[in-house]
Protein backbone atom coordinates (compact mmCIF):
# COMPACT_ATOMS: atom_id res chain seq x y z
CA UNK A 1 0.00 0.00 0.00
CA UNK A 2 0.89 3.81 -1.10
CA UNK A 3 0.82 5.86 2.21
CA UNK A 4 -0.91 8.97 1.42
CA UNK A 5 1.06 12.38 0.51
CA UNK A 6 0.37 15.45 3.10
CA UNK A 7 1.53 19.03 1.76
CA UNK A 8 3.20 20.19 -1.49
CA UNK A 9 6.85 18.43 -2.15
CA UNK A 10 9.76 21.17 -2.48
CA UNK A 11 9.30 20.95 -6.64
CA UNK A 12 5.64 22.28 -6.30
CA UNK A 13 6.43 25.26 -3.97
CA UNK A 14 9.23 26.00 -6.08
CA UNK A 15 7.13 26.27 -9.13
CA UNK A 16 4.17 28.00 -7.62
CA UNK A 17 6.82 30.62 -6.42
CA UNK A 18 8.20 31.40 -9.85
CA UNK A 19 5.23 31.79 -11.03
CA UNK A 20 4.36 34.54 -8.79
CA UNK A 21 7.69 36.39 -9.30
CA UNK A 22 6.62 36.11 -13.17
CA UNK A 23 3.69 37.51 -12.82
CA UNK A 24 5.18 40.41 -10.29
CA UNK A 25 7.74 41.15 -12.58
CA UNK A 26 5.25 41.90 -15.61
CA UNK A 27 2.62 43.52 -13.04
CA UNK A 28 5.29 46.26 -10.96
CA UNK A 29 6.15 48.02 -14.12
CA UNK A 30 2.69 48.49 -14.98
CA UNK A 31 2.07 49.84 -11.90
CA UNK A 32 4.53 52.34 -11.67
CA UNK A 33 4.08 54.11 -14.92
CA UNK A 34 0.29 54.23 -13.88
CA UNK A 35 1.52 56.19 -10.92
CA UNK A 36 3.65 58.15 -12.86
CA UNK A 37 1.06 59.02 -15.19
CA UNK A 38 -1.26 59.95 -12.57
CA UNK A 39 1.07 62.24 -10.68
CA UNK A 40 1.58 63.61 -13.66
CA UNK A 41 -1.68 64.53 -14.72
CA UNK A 42 -2.36 65.52 -10.69
CA UNK A 43 0.77 68.32 -11.51
CA UNK A 44 -1.16 69.62 -14.53
CA UNK A 45 -4.39 69.94 -12.84
CA UNK A 46 -2.62 71.65 -9.48
CA UNK A 47 -0.87 74.57 -11.72
CA UNK A 48 -4.44 75.18 -13.42
CA UNK A 49 -5.44 75.71 -9.75
CA UNK A 50 -2.83 77.60 -9.09
CA UNK A 51 -3.54 80.15 -12.23
CA UNK A 52 -7.38 79.84 -11.28
CA UNK A 53 -6.03 80.89 -7.85
CA UNK A 54 -3.81 83.61 -9.22
CA UNK A 55 -6.67 85.39 -11.23
CA UNK A 56 -9.07 85.79 -8.33
CA UNK A 57 -6.44 86.68 -6.65
CA UNK A 58 -5.49 89.45 -8.64
CA UNK A 59 -9.46 90.37 -9.55
CA UNK A 60 -9.60 90.38 -5.27
CA UNK A 61 -6.88 92.37 -4.06
CA UNK A 62 -6.50 94.74 -7.24
CA UNK A 63 -4.01 97.13 -6.23
CA UNK A 64 -1.72 93.96 -4.81
CA UNK A 65 -1.73 92.59 -8.73
CA UNK A 66 -0.77 88.58 -8.95
CA UNK A 67 0.59 86.85 -5.34
CA UNK A 68 4.34 86.42 -5.50
CA UNK A 69 4.19 83.70 -3.52
CA UNK A 70 2.39 80.16 -3.17
CA UNK A 71 1.80 81.15 0.89
CA UNK A 72 -0.50 84.71 0.23
CA UNK A 73 -2.27 82.02 -1.78
CA UNK A 74 -3.07 79.45 0.70
CA UNK A 75 -4.27 80.28 4.44
CA UNK A 76 -0.79 81.43 5.92
CA UNK A 77 -1.74 81.05 9.42
CA UNK A 78 -4.89 82.38 9.00
CA UNK A 79 -8.45 81.00 9.95
CA UNK A 80 -9.90 81.76 6.48
CA UNK A 81 -12.74 83.51 8.34
CA UNK A 82 -11.10 86.99 6.79
CA UNK A 83 -8.84 86.63 3.84
CA UNK A 84 -6.22 88.92 3.22
CA UNK A 85 -3.69 89.35 0.73
CA UNK A 86 -1.12 87.60 2.48
CA UNK A 87 -3.58 84.50 3.59
CA UNK A 88 -6.45 84.53 0.64
CA UNK A 89 -7.77 80.91 1.45
CA UNK A 90 -7.54 80.32 -2.14
CA UNK A 91 -5.42 77.02 -2.07
CA UNK A 92 -5.20 74.27 0.64
CA UNK A 93 -2.47 74.68 3.17
CA UNK A 94 -0.47 71.98 0.95
CA UNK A 95 0.27 73.75 -1.80
CA UNK A 96 0.30 77.02 -0.45
CA UNK A 97 2.03 76.02 2.08
CA UNK A 98 4.70 78.93 3.98
CA UNK A 99 7.79 77.92 2.65
CA UNK A 100 9.66 78.16 -0.82
CA UNK A 101 8.98 75.15 -2.64
CA UNK A 102 5.96 73.11 -1.71
CA UNK A 103 5.79 69.20 -2.28
CA UNK A 104 2.91 67.26 -3.01
CA UNK A 105 1.92 64.16 -4.92
CA UNK A 106 5.34 63.61 -5.99
CA UNK A 107 6.07 66.86 -6.85
CA UNK A 108 7.28 69.95 -6.19
CA UNK A 109 4.85 73.65 -6.47
CA UNK A 110 6.89 76.79 -6.16
CA UNK A 111 6.34 80.28 -7.94
CA UNK A 112 9.02 83.19 -9.13
CA UNK A 113 7.51 86.49 -9.55
CA UNK A 114 8.82 89.66 -11.23
CA UNK A 115 8.42 91.59 -8.29
CA UNK A 116 8.50 91.01 -4.76
CA UNK A 117 6.01 94.25 -3.33
CA UNK A 118 2.57 94.99 -4.43
CA UNK A 119 1.89 95.37 -7.36
CA UNK A 120 3.50 92.23 -8.80
CA UNK A 121 2.73 92.46 -12.32
CA UNK A 122 3.24 88.48 -13.44
CA UNK A 123 4.56 85.39 -12.31
CA UNK A 124 5.33 81.86 -12.91
CA UNK A 125 4.07 78.56 -11.36
CA UNK A 126 6.41 76.00 -11.75
CA UNK A 127 6.59 72.40 -10.77
CA UNK A 128 8.95 69.84 -10.91
CA UNK A 129 8.85 65.69 -10.29
CA UNK A 130 10.29 64.86 -6.72
CA UNK A 131 12.73 61.90 -8.62
CA UNK A 132 11.70 60.19 -11.92
CA UNK A 133 10.00 57.22 -10.03
CA UNK A 134 7.57 59.99 -8.73
CA UNK A 135 6.79 61.80 -12.37
CA UNK A 136 8.15 62.59 -15.43
CA UNK A 137 7.55 66.27 -17.07
CA UNK A 138 7.84 69.61 -15.78
CA UNK A 139 5.00 72.07 -15.83
CA UNK A 140 5.13 75.76 -15.74
CA UNK A 141 2.07 78.46 -16.32
CA UNK A 142 2.20 82.28 -16.60
CA UNK A 143 -0.14 84.96 -17.60
CA UNK A 144 1.45 85.05 -20.92
CA UNK A 145 0.47 81.63 -21.69
CA UNK A 146 -2.85 82.32 -21.77
CA UNK A 147 -3.14 80.20 -18.37
CA UNK A 148 -2.83 77.06 -20.17
CA UNK A 149 -0.53 74.38 -18.63
CA UNK A 150 3.00 73.89 -20.87
CA UNK A 151 5.58 71.20 -20.46
CA UNK A 152 8.96 73.02 -19.42
CA UNK A 153 11.13 73.86 -22.84
CA UNK A 154 14.51 71.77 -21.33
CA UNK A 155 16.57 73.94 -23.74
CA UNK A 156 15.83 77.24 -22.74
CA UNK A 157 13.97 76.39 -19.15
CA UNK A 158 11.03 78.64 -19.70
CA UNK A 159 7.41 77.95 -20.58
Known sequence: MRKQQKGFSLIELLIVVAIILIIAAIAIPNLLRARISANDSAAAA?????????V???????TAGYSAD?????????TCTAPTS???????????????VCP???????????????PVPDYTASAGPLG?????????????CGCQVQHVNHRSGRC
Open 46 to 54: TIRTINTSE
Open 56 to 62: TYSTTYV
Open 70 to 78: LKSLGPNAT
Open 86 to 100: TGACLLDNIVGCTAA
Open 104 to 118: KGGYNYFMTATATTA
Open 132 to 144: VSTGSRNYCSNPD
